[in-house]
């Protein structure tokens, strides 16, 4: 059973996604929150697996629930509900360690989908829209990045190297596997040890790291 909580601040939104989601066998909504805030604390006491998240709320917004919920150690996933998909509040949210991203008209079965995948360990949106977005975004970073003198890659294999390499690229682990002749659960091992290795929960996060920290640069326009 996968435990999901709803942080909107309306009320109705939150009926429509409670009703739906409750129907799936293996989803259940165990609380919803009105802000930011009220999703930090129910995060605390209810442990959810996931966190379906406004970016948009009073008091405390999606964004920074987001960093302070992940800040916290907590295991739970979030999923970003936004208006736009490749816009800053979309960015800001990955940067906050959220495991991706919905559009808020998105059917049913794609908010279901998202919520599965995210509970899974996997990252909601595809690596490409997530590399795009970063490229978008990252030449107007409001703080400076990281060097990547801070990277520990020393203790990267070869073979880790170039996976977080095409990871930061926006290649799936097919194409992965595929670009560097290897199988795909070879992949999937060595993308698991890349996550251990950097401290981060999902691949989308080390796209946004591998920016930052200037692994790998934006291209030019």
Do not use: C, W
């Not at 107007?140 to 990871?167: D, K, N, V």
């Amino acid at each position: 059973m996968i435990r999901v909580l709803l942080a909107d601040d309306q009320a109705l939104l939150r009926l429509g996604f409670r009703a739906f989601l409750n129907q799936e066998p293996d989803l259940e909504v165990v609380g919803e929150a009105g802000n930011g805030q009220e999703a930090l604390s129910l995060t605390r006491t209810l442990a959810p697996d996931v966190v379906l998240m406004d970016v948009r709320m009073p008091v405390l917004d999606g964004i920074e629930a987001t960093r302070q919920i992940v800040a916290s150690g907590s295991p739970a996933k979030i999923l970003v509900l936004t208006t736009f998909d490749l816009d800053e509040y979309v960015y800001a949210a990955l940067r906050a360690g959220a495991s991706g991203f919905l559009i808020k008209d998105a059917l049913p079965a794609d908010l279901i989908n998202g919520i599965r995948v995210v509970a899974s360990g996997a990252a909601a949106v595809a690596p490409a829209v997530t590399r795009r977005l970063i490229e978008k975004f990252t030449p107007h970073l409001p703080e400076p990045a990281r060097p990547p003198a801070e990277e520990p890659l020393e203790s990267f294999t070869e073979r880790e190297r170039e996976i977080l390499l095409e990871i930061a690229r926006g290649r799936s682990n097919r194409e992965i596997a595929e670009q560097l002749y290897i199988s795909e659960p070879t992949v999937k091992v060595h993308v698991s040890r890349i996550l251990t290795k950097l401290g981060l929960r999902d691949r989308a996060q080390v796209i946004v790291h591998a920016y930052e920290t200037g692994i790998v640069r934006p291209r030019s326009p």
